[in-house]
């Protein structure tokens, strides 16, 4: 499920697009190749998720409109339909954001800066049963072993001097502090040792790893990761679009520092603030 606020300003740019052509829904469904029906739950308010990636893909080759700009991360409206089919991939089956593609897009951009803004907090400073709680349905009831592998992998190679740079926002760690929205059901002692062990990785691998916080109300983002220069991808649940254009690197990197810009909470704060979360668990618990 998306953050209603990506729904939402997908939906009005959506609305954009179709008064732009001048068609009906009818004629606009049929005009940028998808049913009808969809385009229709696309523009319901009450709808909460953005479209799969193939929609997306379609919208934009129909109405050469930047798929950037219609997940809203970035101003720039039009883009070539040609552009759109040589820069864009998509990948599916990707039943968490952090999967071996990361680790091997990770890995090519090794020596460049790693920026992402993920979903709740970065998947490889989760401990195992914060991630198997997330991931339930995707993972199973018997995760593989190989998560714990693409974390220490992760690790390693900042350790090893490879920047990173993420974005979260206060409110994804305040639900997680409170067992709020999707952490319902998971333990305060286990959000607890979570908090703490996130606290023990940022002062550790900080200035290298500089994880900050921001405020959703002043600024949203789908997540996305940018691998250096070589790549961007924009996570959708079962979907990555993958971005290989030098252009879109470089607006999502734009927009990557104009969420930076608006951070509550800076690097060198990070593992006091999230350890005085953990504590008042503790004080809660007590």
């Known amino acids: 499920m998306a953050h209603p606020s990506a729904a939402q300003g997908f939906r ?18 049929r005009h940028v190749g998808i049913d009808r029906s969809t385009l229709s739950q696309l523009l319901s308010p009450e709808n909460d998720r953005l479209p799969r990636a ?9 109405c050469r409109i930047s798929i950037d700009w219609l ?3 970035s101003q720039r409206e039009q883009v070539g339909a040609e552009l759109v089919e040589a820069v864009l991939t998509i990948e599916t089956q990707a039943h968490a954001p952090f999967d071996e593609r990361f680790l091997r ?13 993920p979903m709740t907090f970065p998947d490889f400073m989760k401990t195992d049963d914060v991630m198997h709680f997330e991931y339930a349905a995707a993972l199973g009831p018997d995760p593989s072993p190989a998560l ?20 979260v926002s206060i409110q994804a760690l305040e639900a997680f502090t409170a ?20 606290a023990a ?6 200035p290298t790893l500089r994880l900050q916080l921001y405020d959703l ?22 979907t990555y679009l993958v971005l290989n254009a030098s252009e879109h690197i470089r607006t999502l990197t734009r927009r990557f520092d104009d969420i930076v810009r608006t951070a509550v909470i800076q690097p060198h704060m990070m593992a006091s603030y999230l350890r005085e979360q953990a504590a008042t668990l503790s004080q809660k618990a007590a």
């Open 12 to 29: 009005d740019r959506l609305e954009r697009v179709i008064a732009q052509t001048g068609l009906n829904q009818a004629g606009f469904s």
């Open 54 to 62: 193939e929609t997306l893909a379609a919208i934009a080759k129909g």
């Open 71 to 73: 997940l809203g991360l």
């Open 105 to 117: 897009w990770h890995a090519e951009a090794a020596g460049r800066k790693l920026r992402t803004v």
């Open 148 to 167: 714990g592998d693409r974390r220490r992998h992760v690790v390693a190679s900042v350790r090893d001097g490879g920047e990173m740079e993420a974005c």
């Open 179 to 198: 067992g709020k929205a999707q952490w319902e059901g998971l333990d305060s002692a286990t959000r607890q040792i979570q908090l703490n062990a996130m």
């Open 201 to 206: 990785l940022a002062e550790e691998l900080y």
């Open 217 to 238: 109300r002043q600024t949203y983002s789908a997540p996305f990761t940018v691998f250096g220069n070589s790549r961007a991808a924009v996570y959708l649940g079962p």
